[in-house]
């Protein structure tokens, strides 16, 4: 059985009939057809922008409701919407609410422009454990910042700083621990563990050395996998 996309779904809402732009956006974009739908959509936020604050957030929350349920969730918040509508709706909603955690939560998980990370750590300190999706992104979040740290440490390339590291990796230990399903939460842990072992390597390697960072691992037998590929070369 096929599933339905977010547009699909929005489309055969009776509650997008509110919203009469938006739900003509939806189907153009399901139907392809790009300009005429993205024409409709300047339309609605011009319209939108006019409404008061209560209209505007009546219907970003109904938006990030159908984004949190479907995995093609991110295929709606394009630029001009964002930009015109959803951030601004969701700043003045932390003004006019503060201790409501959804405006962090959804400004966290899906509008963030790649500052997401306080919006979480809030959405956490609001929700707690109750928050499953903000804490797990909350590790991911810090996972992805160690990994680029790290990508090309095989070539003695270290793009970050002992201190930004142990941080995030602090982060993770912190928060791991509230992640509900177990799979999710050994694989973070695993990976904590991966990075803190690594930074350590690192920061004792480079007490006396400068270059040859992956021929150091090899000869004490360290269980990385470009450590492996390494012995396999030799």
């Known amino acids: 059985m096929q599933t339905k996309t977010i547009l699909q779904a929005i489309i055969q809402d009776e509650g997008v009939n509110d919203y009469p732009l ?3 956006y939806c189907v153009r974009k399901e139907q392809g057809l ?3 739908a993205l024409n409709v959509l300047q339309a609605f936020i011009e319209e939108m922008k006019e409404n008061d604050f209560e209209v505007q957030r009546e219907f970003a929350a109904r ?3 159908w984004i949190e ?3 093609d969730g991110h295929h709606l918040l394009v630029y001009p919407l964002v930009n015109g509508v959803l951030q601004p709706v969701l700043q003045e909603w932390e003004n006019v609410d503060p201790l409501d955690v959804r405006p962090h939560r959804w400004q966290g998980m899906f509008v ?3 500052e997401g990370l306080p919006y979480l750590l809030k959405a956490l300190e609001l929700g707690g454990r109750s928050e499953q999706r903000v804490i797990v992104q909350i590790c991911e979040t810090y996972l992805s ?3 680029y740290s790290f990508h090309h440490i095989h070539e003695d390339l270290y793009l970050s700083t002992y201190e930004k590291d142990q941080e995030r990796i602090q982060g993770i230990e912190r928060v791991m621990m509230l992640i509900q399903d177990q799979r999710t939460r050994t694989n973070v842990q695993k990976q904590a563990v991966y990075y803190d072992q690594l930074l350590t390597d690192w920061m004792t390697f480079q007490q006396t050395e400068t270059r040859g960072f992956m021929k150091w691992c090899a000869e004490r037998k360290k269980p990385y ?3 492996e590929s390494f012995y396999y070369q030799q």
């Open 112 to 114: 963030h422009q790649g």
């Open 69 to 71: 349920r479907f995995e």
């Open 63 to 65: 938006l990030f409701e």
């Open 22 to 24: 938006f739900r003509q």
């Open 34 to 36: 790009r300009k005429d």
């Open 145 to 147: 910042a160690l990994w």
């Open 225 to 227: 996998e470009w450590v």
